[in-house]
Structures are given as structure tokens and as C-alpha cells.
């Protein structure tokens, strides 16, 4: 798990976002192997690139490379709606990117947009 309740925690962090206790070590231990390149023609799925996930330096190194080589395969990732991090704008404006905005409206049909778009990019 990427963070705790500071409650919880037996010991302080060196990084905290709001009531929450970064667990950088952890993280990484999990994060950069599920990053590893995917095969030809599949889907990558990053859930999520935020603040918390940027105070590690590796993951943020392996998310640059995903997203600035030519790939074969398509990346899902949800990434902040504020303008945050350069390589968070990066992302974003890539044109290869599509941005979908999650409101109160489209949060229950809009995975069908998404799904249908990714089966026709794979084909």
C-alpha cells in the first residue's frame, strides 16, 4: 500500500500528503515491477499518477519513459484534473493522450467509452 493514516503508522514518514504517511520503499517494491513494458498490442494500466506517486523519483523515471517512447500498446492511467507536475502536463497534452474528465454524470457509463475506444486501438 502506497500510504497510511499517520494514526496508524509506528513510525513517521519522510514524506506526508494531508493526514497520510507515504510509504515510498513499499510502494516501489510493487509499482516498478507491475511497470515493466507490456507485450505488443495490450493495455498498460496506471492507476494513479498523483503527488504521492511522484516522491518516488524510479517511478516517476519509469512513467517519463513509458509515455515518451513509441510504443505499440495503449496506457490507461488516471492522472490529476489540476495542473500539477511538468511531466503530469506532459501526459496530458501528449498527442497521443485522451483525456476524459470523471464527473457525477458520466462516472457510470463512461468505462464503455473508454473500452470501446482501447478494443479499436488494439485491433
Known sequence: ????????????????????????????????QALQTPAS????V????GKMEFFSLPFK??????????NDYIV??????RKSDP??????????SRVWVVTRENRNTLQEEITKEIKSALL
Open 76 to 81: 490507461l492511467a488516471t492522472i490529476p484534473i
Open 1 to 32: 500500500m502506497l500510504a497510511r493514516d499517520q494514526n496508524l503508522l509506528t513510525a513517521p514518514t519522510k514524506y506526508n500528503v494531508g493526514k497520510y504517511g507515504v510509504l515510498i520503499t513499499e510502494f516501489e517494491k510493487i509499482a516498478l
Open 87 to 96: 511531466l503530469i502536463e506532459l501526459i496530458r497534452n501528449n498527442n497521443k
Open 41 to 44: 498490442k495490450s493495455c498498460l
Open 61 to 70: 523515471n519509469k512513467i517519463s519513459e513509458i509515455f515518451s517512447t513509441d
Open 46 to 49: 496506471v492507476d494513479e499518477i
